[in-house]
């Protein structure tokens, strides 16, 4: 009569040599990434830090001849005064919100924004789009620029920007904005001259 009882097998001989191999493979994985990262770590640390962000400065000076040649109006631009504490993020001559407008954008000695825009044509929709963040009208500064001193609309909110108008022997709408204290705006419109086609 044959037995249903499962017969045991004995194990294979080679499994406590599988079992090894098996325990050497994992410790030679960790080992092989503790080795890694402390080669990344190594050269992390290694690598020179510089003191502050290094920016790509925007080439002002062509985009600015550029557009003093084309426009109707005079051009405005800080370009002289740019250097290691003023730099140039962008410059542009291009159509903006429906009209053919100047914009150059810089980066402050304080690390915050300011930009000017400028359009023979300035239009609700340009104006909106430039002060948007910027809010409501709160009064009026006297700030001199390039016309001299001049009464300069003021708007206050998540940004600041200085509204100044056509007048006398000025034909363009020319918005100062950004993110720069009070301070720093009025001293960029100080920095502001006629860009020179030559």
Do not use: C
């Amino acid at each position: 009569m044959s037995s249903t009882e499962p017969q045991q097998t004995p194990p294979p001989p080679g499994n406590k040599t599988l079992k090894r191999l098996r325990d050497y493979s994992v410790a030679n994985m960790v080992f092989s990434l503790l080795a890694v990262l402390a080669l990344a770590f190594a050269w992390w640390v290694l690598m020179p830090n510089p003191d502050g962000v290094q920016r790509r400065e925007a080439e002002v000076v062509p985009v600015a001849r550029y557009a003093a040649e084309q426009s109707d109006f005079p051009i405005w631009t800080p370009q002289d005064a740019l250097s290691q504490t003023w730099t140039a993020n962008f410059a542009n001559f291009e159509v903006f919100a429906g009209e053919l407008s100047w914009r150059i954008g810089v980066v402050t000695p304080d690390e915050a924004y300011a930009e000017v825009s400028q359009t023979a044509d300035a239009t609700s929709e340009w104006t909106e789009a430039l002060t948007e963040k910027a809010g409501d009208e709160v009064g009026t500064r006297t700030i001199t620029g390039p016309d001299g001193p001049q009464e300069w609309t003021v708007h206050e909110g998540e940004e600041r920007a200085l509204i100044l108008g056509p007048g006398t022997g000025r034909e363009a709408t020319t918005i100062v904005r950004g993110t720069a204290d009070w301070a720093e705006l009025e001293e960029f419109i100080g920095l502001l001259q006629v860009a020179s086609a030559d």
